[in-house]
């Protein structure tokens, strides 16, 4: 028979403390030694993080003298804190556009292109897989293109030869940003997800799981990082009503228009795409991605990468134009 007493913190005190000194001084040197590897980790850690600011700011603090060292870690104390002071107001700017101008990319999309990405979810998967690098609108025109063909079914893509998959999309009018032959790749991989792990159902990936595992799940499709897989959750639960509670776990997709729009606005110090999620997770901490499509929307129409149309835009009044 087994049995366990529990005891107080105190009582715990006493008894260490009437112990006799040789072990008494064990048990606090193996208190001792437990505290002093978590210290070391924990330092491990921040040094690391260290590193990764410093990469951010075209630093290396591997070649930083001490003094140097301390005065980045000063620099950033006083900058964060300044950065902190003012960006609430950017982050309701960017809510408040959110709320009041959103809506889903449907509505953007010739109505026969739009209903088959909102209709059929293997459509919707292949359209946001190639959702990069090249002007959205085109990028969601592929599967419907595939579909006119013929082959929009997982099984009859998945069959195909990297080959005959680049030939197909070399006969679209509209072809991946980056090349056919990369195209193949993320069609074969995304038909083959669908049909083999998910027995054709692309919603699977998504249903009944938290937004970590769908982008785990969807990361496995050649070329869809983590960008990609963040603004497909994004897109689930804001078309779709999908995640409720779960927020917290929906990251921002920083691209290029997003990161611009960080920066210039103080969000950020530079337009790194790390430091753009970790941002926006602090800031918003219960639904970073919300502050995703306010972002690149307001990049897309008045944040230019050159002459920027500030004075007609949404966050002229809280941006802080640092614009370079």
Do not use: Y
């Given at each position: 028979?087994?049995?366990?007493?529990?005891?107080?913190?105190?009582?715990?005190?006493?008894?260490?403390?009437?112990?006799?000194?040789?072990?008494?001084?064990?048990?606090?040197?193996?208190?001792?030694?437990?505290?002093e590897t978590s210290r070391a980790e924990r330092m491990a850690y921040a040094e690391a993080q260290f590193r990764k600011l410093c990469a951010s700011r075209g630093l290396n603090w591997d070649t930083m003298t001490e003094a140097e060292r301390e005065n980045f870690v000063d620099d950033l104390i006083h900058r964060e804190t300044t950065i902190d002071h003012t960006s609430n107001s950017v982050v309701v700017a960017l809510k408040n556009y959110q709320n009041h101008h959103y809506k889903d990319d449907r509505s953007e999309l010739p109505r026969e292109i739009g209903d088959e990405v909102y209709t059929n979810p293997f459509a919707f998967l292949i359209g946001a897989s190639f959702d990069r690098g090249m002007d959205w609108k085109q990028a969601w025109e592929i599967p419907y293109q595939i579909k006119l063909r013929g082959k929009l079914d997982p099984a009859i893509l998945a069959s195909m030869t990297e080959e005959e998959l680049s030939l197909l999309l070399e006969s679209l009018?509209?072809?991946?940003?980056y090349g056919t032959e990369r195209g193949a790749?993320?069609?074969?991989?995304a038909a083959s997800l669908v049909h083999d792990q998910f027995g054709g159902d692309a919603a699977a990936i998504w249903r009944d799981v938290s937004p970590i595992e769908v982008k785990k799940r969807l990361q496995n499709i050649y070329d869809v990082a983590q960008g990609i897989?963040?603004?497909?959750?994004?897109?689930l639960h804001d078309d779709?009503?999908?995640?409720?509670?779960?927020e917290h776990e929906i990251d921002i997709k920083a691209d290029v228009h997003v990161k611009r729009v960080f920066q210039r606005t103080g969000l950020t110090?530079?337009?790194?795409?790390?430091?753009?999620?970790?941002?926006?997770?602090?800031?918003?901490?219960?639904?970073?991605?919300?502050?995703?499509?306010?972002?690149?929307k307001i990049g897309k129409d008045w944040c230019f990468p050159t002459k920027p149309q500030c004075n007609s835009c949404p966050l002229?009044?809280?941006?802080g134009k640092h614009i370079k």
């Open positions: 028979m087994n049995l366990t007493v529990e005891l107080t913190t105190d009582q715990i005190i006493d008894f260490v403390q009437q112990m006799p000194p040789g072990e008494k001084r064990e048990v606090l040197l193996a208190l001792a030694e437990q505290a009018p509209r072809k991946p940003r790749k993320t069609l074969k991989d897989a963040s603004m497909v959750v994004r897109i779709w009503g999908m995640f409720k509670g779960q110090h530079s337009k790194a795409e790390e430091e753009a999620i970790s941002a926006a997770r602090r800031l918003n901490p219960k639904f970073p991605g919300e502050l995703d499509w306010p972002a690149w002229t009044a809280v941006c």
